[in-house]
């Protein structure tokens, strides 16, 4: 009796998990721009990690290969 209610609440507990924390988009143009600042910022620091890994490690591959700072860099080499 107690088993086909326990399978809901069971697939329920696993929704709930598989669901991202809720981020408000900003609503003044403070935010706005501190938004800007935080994806630029984050952006430059991948950048500058990337630069320093190994391109042929699974890391870059899986961090770096899609960034098109380095797709160009590909691009350059091939082509000279």
Same mark, same amino acid.
């Given at each position: ?18 669901c991202? %924390? ?6 003044s143009?403070?935010?706005?721009? #501190? &938004?800007?600042?935080r994806i630029e *910022?984050d952006?430059?620091?991948?950048l %500058?990690?990337?630069r320093?890994?190994d ?5 870059? #591959? &899986?961090e770096?290969?899609?960034? *098109? ?12």
């Open positions: 009796m107690t088993m086909p209610k326990v399978i809901p609440l069971g697939a329920l507990a696993l929704l709930l998990a598989a991202g %924390a809720y981020e408000a988009n900003p609503t143009p403070y935010q706005w721009e #501190q &938004r800007q600042a *910022r952006y430059q620091e991948t %500058a990690r990337c320093t890994l391109r042929a490690s699974e890391r870059f #591959q &899986r770096c290969a899609g960034l *098109r700072e380095f797709r160009a860099d590909d691009t350059q080499e091939g082509g000279s």
